[in-house]
C-alpha cells in the first residue's frame, strides 16, 4: 500500500509503480543501463546534432513572414517586440531582440505586458501602449494566436502584426499580416510541441535565408564588414525557455536544449543566463536541463509573478557582465520573496481542500479554491503543488482587481485541461470570460458571481471525462538499480545523457532500501539515509514528503532519481525520491 500522511484529513489518490521494462536480471553496466534508459523512451541514441533539427519550411506561414520582417529590416522600419510575462516570453523576446539586431534591424525595442495591468496577450490595452512607440511593425512571441481584439485594433491603427505563438488555436484565426504558429490548422510541422522561443529561432532562422536570397548580408558585410550572424549563439536562451516551458521534449526539441546546454558549459552564453546560474550557486560548467528548469527558470519567472518581466528581458540581453549579475541578484531576491508568498497560501489553500473534503465527505475529481487576497502571480505554481500532493485537475482562483477572477488550471495526464475548460465554456458560454491554455496547464477569468455556477459545471465536465474514482497515480520506473551502479559516476553519465524532461522523462528507478536515519529540512522536506545489501549508506531527500516520517519503518521502498549532492565543491551520490512505501518484513 503506498504511504499515507499520518493524519490524512484529505486521501491521496493511490499509487502505482510500473516498470517500464521487465527483465530478469539488472543492468550489467552503465553501458546497459544507458541503452535500456534509450530504449524505454523510444529513441536509441542522443539527440545532439543541428543538422537533424525539422526544416523551417514545414512552418506555414513562415516565408510571408520573413519575407515581412527582411522588408522592415531593409527600409529600416520600427520593430517592436511584444511577449509574454513567463520565462519562455522573455526568452523568447530576448531570441528576436538580440537575433534582429544581428540580422541587421535598426531600431529594435520590446513591450511586456505586466500580468496585473494588461494581462495575457496582445489585447487592445497593450497595442493603446505600443502606439507611443510607434512601430512599423508588431511582433508578438509565445502570444497573440487569440488576440482577435488586440489585432484589430492595430490593424485599426495602420501596425501590421507579425504573430509567432504556439499555443492551441481557435477555430478562427485573427487577422495579422502573418502567423507562424505550429499549432494552427493546416500547418504540417511535425513538432507541435516547440516552445515560443523555439519558434522564433525558426523565423529568424527563415530571415537571414531570405536576407541572404536578397544579398543583404554582402552589401551590409562591404558597408560594415559584419559577415551573416551564426544563429546558434542564441540556443542558449531557446534552452532555457524550452526547458521552463515544460513543453514535450520530442526530439527537435532535444536537439535545441543540448546543444544550448553545450554553449552554456563551455562558457559560451549570454551574460545573464550564467548570472542567473551562479546567483543560485549551480556549477555552470556541468548544468543539465533540471537547473535550467529548477534553478535559472523560476528566478527568471519571479519577475512576471511578482514585479515585471522587462528586468528578466533586461538580463538576458545585457551585454555588460556586471549589470547583468546585477539584475540576476534582483531576480534572485524576488524569486525568495515569491517563494514566501507561495508557501502561505499553499498553507491556506491546503487547509481549504481538507476542509471542503470534510465536508463533501471525499476530495471529489478536482480541487479549486479560491482566495480574495491570494498573490495572483503565484496561484499557477500552487495549483501545481495540490496537484502533486492529490493527483486531481486543480484551479486557483484570486481576485484579478478589475471584477474578474483570475484562475490558473493545472493537472494530470488523464486529463486535456484547456480541452476541458472549452467543453464547460461552449456548455455555457456566459460563464467565462476568457481562457487558453494548454493540455496540462490552463489560465481563465470569471465573473465573481459566476464561481459557483463554474464548479457545478466543471464537476459535470471532470466526471464525464475521469469517472467518480480518483485517478490512480502512476510512478514510470526504469527498474532497480544494482549497489554498483548507485555511484557518483553513474550519476554524472546520467546527467550527460540527457536532456531529460517532459516527454522524455529523466531516469526513475526503483528499489527498496533500509532506513537508518530520519529527520526532516526546512520544516517540508524529508532527509533519510538508507542502504541496500550491505553498500555503503546514502543521503535521500524527498521534497515535500515530510507528512511521510511518522509512518517509516525499518524498510522502505522508493521511487528515487540517482543525483548529486554538490556542497562546497565536494560531489556525493544521493537520492531524491518522490515517492515512499513501507515494507512490511
Known amino acids: 500500500m503506498p504511504c499515507q500522511p499520518s ?51 514545414e512552418l506555414r506561414g513562415i516565408d510571408a513572414a520573413a519575407a515581412l520582417l527582411a522588408d522592415q529590416i531593409q527600409r529600416g522600419g520600427r520593430l517592436l517586440i511584444v511577449g509574454d510575462y513567463d520565462a519562455d516570453g522573455a526568452t523568447g523576446s530576448a531570441v528576436a531582440l538580440l537575433g534582429l539586431r544581428a540580422l541587421g534591424a535598426v531600431d529594435v525595442d520590446h513591450l511586456t505586458p505586466s500580468r496585473f495591468q494588461h494581462g495575457y496577450g496582445l489585447s487592445p490595452a497593450v497595442v493603446d501602449a505600443a502606439v507611443e512607440r510607434r512601430p512599423s511593425l508588431i511582433v508578438t512571441v509565445d ?15 495602420g501596425i501590421p502584426v507579425l504573430i509567432t505563438d504556439h499555443h492551441l488555436a481557435g477555430a478562427e484565426l485573427p487577422s495579422a499580416a502573418a502567423i507562424v504558429n505550429p499549432n494552427q490548422p493546416g500547418c504540417g510541422f511535425p513538432s507541435k510541441h516547440i516552445a515560443g522561443c523555439g519558434v522564433v529561432f ?38 532555457l525557455g524550452t526547458v521552463a516551458d515544460v513543453v514535450t521534449l520530442d526530439r527537435n526539441n532535444r536537439i535545441l536544449v543540448e546543444q544550448g546546454l553545450r554553449r552554456i558549459r563551455a562558457g559560451a552564453c549570454r551574460p545573464g543566463l550564467k548570472a542567473l546560474l551562479e546567483v543560485a550557486g549551480c556549477r555552470v ?36 557582465p556586471v549589470r547583468a549579475m546585477r539584475l540576476a541578484q534582483q531576480l534572485h531576491g524576488l524569486n525568495d520573496e515569491r517563494r514566501e508568498i507561495e508557501r502561505d497560501i499553499l498553507d491556506q489553500a491546503i487547509a481549504l481542500v481538507e476542509r471542503q473534503a470534510v465536508g463533501r465527505g471525499g476530495l471529489g475529481g478536482w480541487l ?30 484570486a481576485d484579478g482587481g478589475d471584477g474578474l477572477l483570475r484562475g490558473s488550471a493545472r493537472s494530470i495526464e488523464a486529463l486535456h485541461i484547456r480541452d476541458a475548460i472549452d467543453a464547460v465554456h461552449k456548455r455555457h458560454p456566459e460563464l467565462i470570460e476568457r481562457f487558453g491554455g494548454h493540455a496540462m496547464a490552463a489560465g481563465l477569468s470569471l465573473r465573481r458571481d459566476a464561481l459557483g455556477d463554474f464548479r457545478d459545471a466543471f464537476d459535470a465536465e471532470i466526471e464525464r471525462q475521469l469517472g467518480t474514482a480518483p485517478a490512480v497515480r502512476e510512478i514510470l520506473s526504469d527498474g532497480e538499480l544494482p549497489p554498483s551502479l548507485l555511484t557518483l559516476h553513474t550519476a554524472d553519465a546520467l546527467r550527460r545523457a540527457g536532456p531529460w524532461g517532459k516527454g522524455f522523462a529523466e531516469p526513475l528507478f526503483d528499489g527498496v532500501f533500509a532506513v537508518g536515519h ?66 512490511s518484513d
Not at 545532439?48 to 525539422?54: C, D
Open 7 to 57: 493524519k490524512p484529513a484529505a486521501e491521496a489518490a493511490p499509487v502505482r509503480i510500473r516498470r517500464l521494462g521487465e527483465y530478469a536480471t539488472a543492468p550489467a553496466n552503465l553501458d546497459a543501463l544507458l541503452s535500456r534508459l534509450y530504449a524505454h523512451r523510444g529513441d536509441a541514441r542522443p539527440a545532439v546534432s543541428l543538422g537533424e533539427l525539422l526544416p523551417a519550411a
Open 143 to 157: 502570444n497573440g494566436i487569440a488576440s482577435h481584439a488586440g489585432v484589430a485594433r492595430a490593424t485599426e491603427l
Open 202 to 239: 525558426y523565423l529568424l532562422a527563415a530571415t537571414r535565408a531570405e536576407l541572404t536570397r536578397r544579398g543583404w548580408f554582402a552589401a551590409l558585410g562591404a558597408a560594415a564588414g559584419r559577415p551573416p550572424p551564426n544563429l546558434a549563439q542564441l540556443l542558449d536562451l531557446v534552452a
Open 285 to 320: 560548467e556541468g548544468v543539465t536541463a533540471r537547473d535550467l528548469g529548477f534553478v535559472a527558470g523560476p528566478r527568471l519567472n519571479a519577475a512576471g509573478r511578482l514585479d515585471d518581466m522587462a528586468v528578466g528581458v533586461e538580463c538576458l540581453t545585457t551585454d555588460d
Open 368 to 397: 479549486c479554491v479560491y482566495g480574495a487576497h491570494w498573490h495572483e502571480g503565484v496561484i499557477g505554481i500552487v495549483a501545481a503543488r495540490l496537484r502533486e500532493r492529490w493527483h486531481r485537475p486543480a484551479i486557483v482562483f
Open 518 to 583: 530520519s529527520s526532516i529540512a526546512a520544516e517540508r522536506h524529508l532527509k533519510l539515509r538508507v542502504s541496500v545489501d550491505g553498500a555503503a549508506p546514502l543521503p535521500a531527500i524527498g521534497f515535500h514528503l515530510a507528512e511521510h516520517r511518522g509512518s517509516l519503518g525499518e524498510r522502505v521502498r522508493l521511487a528515487y532519481r540517482l543525483d548529486i549532492n554538490d556542497y562546497r565543491g565536494l560531489r556525493s551520490p544521493q537520492l531524491v525520491f518522490e515517492h515512499l512505501e513501507p515494507v
